[in-house]
């Protein structure tokens, strides 16, 4: 096992911020992706793509895997590769399942075949569980949704933990929102901040619903310290609610616009049995910050800022 190497499966937007902090600690980066092309955006944006290798991957294929893992050896394995949008899973629910859970099934099964010490991470939601009065942990049950992306990364949360009972370093890493200007247009935050810039009116859905934000490059250094540690699942949120309607404000009050002259509601973008609040447990913020001595700094108004000075 190479303790100098990191493989992160997928090239998105998490993995690229944390190839970026992992570079910076002088450790190398491999990241798989099942075309190689000419750029990737998101670590090209980054300044990070000529500092990164990239090798092809097909995650159904267990041989592939297996090659690959006995060629470099790595310490850790990023799993960040996953369909990520709700409304897109419900169009494509089988590459949703396949993605998360199938890709993971995988990699856990090649690894416990060759008996091997490598941590294995997966990036999980905090929509997998049902809120106690809008709050998440990880004692919480459940969530009852039948969404194919919920369902898929519920099903995965447990299969990370049933390949840790047979001795493997398995890790589920649940997140919210996790913010930064390589977020696509069409997510709340970035789509409200063009609009500030752009000084246009913009159509959005539930902007009385407040939910968990946090800022990507800040992110990382919870998942870096959390990949130091042994074997065990880590809810990483600011633990902060923050509302459609704060979102706005901040975002036009930074412009000198008045936001209500620049948005309107439109119920097709409202989901069903949604819920008002839904954040990370503000206490069990509070017990990862003490225990890798960071803060969630980038929150609420100054995420906003930051967003728009970004884009």
């Known amino acids: 096992m190479n303790d100098n190497i990191n493989l992160i499966v997928g090239t998105g937007v998490i993995g690229a911020y944390l190839a970026k902090l992992i570079l910076k600690k002088k450790q190398k980066i491999i990241v798989t992706s099942r075309k190689i092309k000419k750029e990737f955006?998101?670590?090209?944006?980054?300044?990070?793509?000529?500092?990164?290798?990239?090798?092809?991957?097909?995650?159904?294929?267990?041989?592939?895997?297996?090659?690959?893992?006995?060629r470099y050896v790595p310490k850790?394995?990023?799993?960040?590769a996953g369909q990520s949008s709700l409304?897109?899973?419900?169009?494509?629910p089988e590459e949703t399942y396949n993605s998360h859970f199938l890709g993971t099934k995988n990699f856990l099964e090649v690894l416990r075949q060759k008996k091997s010490k490598i941590k294995f991470f997966k990036a999980n939601s905090g929509y997998i569980f049902?809120?106690?009065?809008?709050?998440?942990?990880?004692?919480?049950?459940?969530?009852?949704?039948?969404?194919?992306?919920?369902?898929?990364?519920?099903?995965?949360?447990?299969?990370?933990?049933?390949?840790?009972?047979?001795?493997l370093s398995t890790y589920n890493l649940v997140f919210f929102q996790v913010e930064s200007p390589l977020r696509p247009d069409s997510f709340f935050i970035k789509k409200v901040c063009l609009g500030a810039i752009r000084k246009k009116k913009?159509?959005?859905?539930?902007?009385?619903?407040?939910?968990?934000?946090?800022?990507?490059?800040?992110?990382v250094k919870f998942i870096f310290e959390a990949s130091n540690n042994s074997s065990q699942n880590f809810l990483i949120s600011a633990g902060k609610?923050?509302?459609?309607?704060?979102?706005l404000k901040y975002a036009y009050q930074n412009k000198k616009l008045d936001y209500r002259k620049y948005y309107q509601i439109d119920k097709k973008f409202f989901r069903k049995n949604e819920n008002i609040l839904l954040i990370g447990d503000p206490k069990n913020t509070k017990n990862i910050e003490k225990k890798f001595k960071l803060n969630f700094n980038i929150t609420k108004k100054l995420l906003i800022n930051k967003m728009i000075r970004s884009l």
Do not use: H, M
């Open 41 to 70: 955006k998101n670590y090209k944006y980054l300044g990070i793509q000529e500092k990164v290798k990239f090798i092809k991957l097909n995650i159904y294929k267990k041989s592939e895997i297996e090659k690959i893992l006995s």
């Open 202 to 219: 913009i159509i959005i859905g539930n902007v009385k619903t407040s939910r968990d934000y946090s800022w990507a490059p800040e992110i």
């Open 241 to 247: 609610k923050f509302s459609g309607t704060e979102i």
């Open 76 to 80: 850790k394995i990023f799993y960040f």
């Open 87 to 92: 409304p897109k899973s419900i169009v494509f």
């Open 130 to 167: 049902k809120p106690k009065k809008g709050l998440v942990n990880l004692n919480c049950k459940f969530s009852e949704n039948k969404n194919p992306y919920i369902s898929a990364q519920k099903k995965t949360f447990k299969l990370i933990d049933k390949f840790r009972k047979l001795n």
